[in-house]
């Protein structure tokens, strides 16, 4: 499986972005998607996943109400919309592919849940 972000760039406060993932091979539509995020000298943290179906989203407490997955399985892509994005949020964005379906939420976050990841697209937010 090969991933490959795109969207990523400079926004000022308060913009928006739409990052994209697009996967390849024939097993997109069974696999747990997820985001994470490293900002410079820091860990890389958990964002947002999504089991296969959609049915099922976890987010970190530090993005709630502003950033919103989802994914198109007809399309092999997974989405990061980004809104009232803060300084903080600057970091490269990685897309990340686990070998289950559907996990627990706990597990959701955990980046050694997932088998596979892409090369990351760099965010910056401007104060």
């Known amino acids: 499986v090969q991933l490959v972000e795109s969207g990523g760039g400079l926004v000022q406060a308060g913009g928006s972005l739409r990052l994209s993932c697009a996967a390849s091979?024939?097993?997109?539509?069974?696999?747990?998607m997820g985001w994470f995020r490293q900002a410079p000298g820091k860990e890389r943290e958990f964002v947002e996943a999504?089991?296969?179906?959609?049915?099922?989203?976890y987010y970190a407490d530090s993005v709630k109400g502003r950033f919103t997955i989802s994914r198109d399985n007809a399309k092999n892509t997974v989405y990061l919309q980004m809104n009232s994005l803060k300084p903080e949020d600057t970091a490269v964005y990685y897309c990340?592919?686990?070998?289950?379906?559907?996990?627990?939420?706990?597990?959701?976050?955990?980046?050694?849940?997932?088998?596979?990841w892409g090369q990351g697209t760099q965010v910056t937010v401007s104060s």
């Open positions: 999504i089991n296969w179906n959609g049915g099922t989203t």
């Open positions: 091979g024939r097993t997109f539509s069974s696999r747990t």
């Open positions: 990340a592919a686990s070998r289950l379906g559907a996990m627990g939420v706990m597990a959701m976050q955990r980046a050694n849940e997932y088998d596979y």
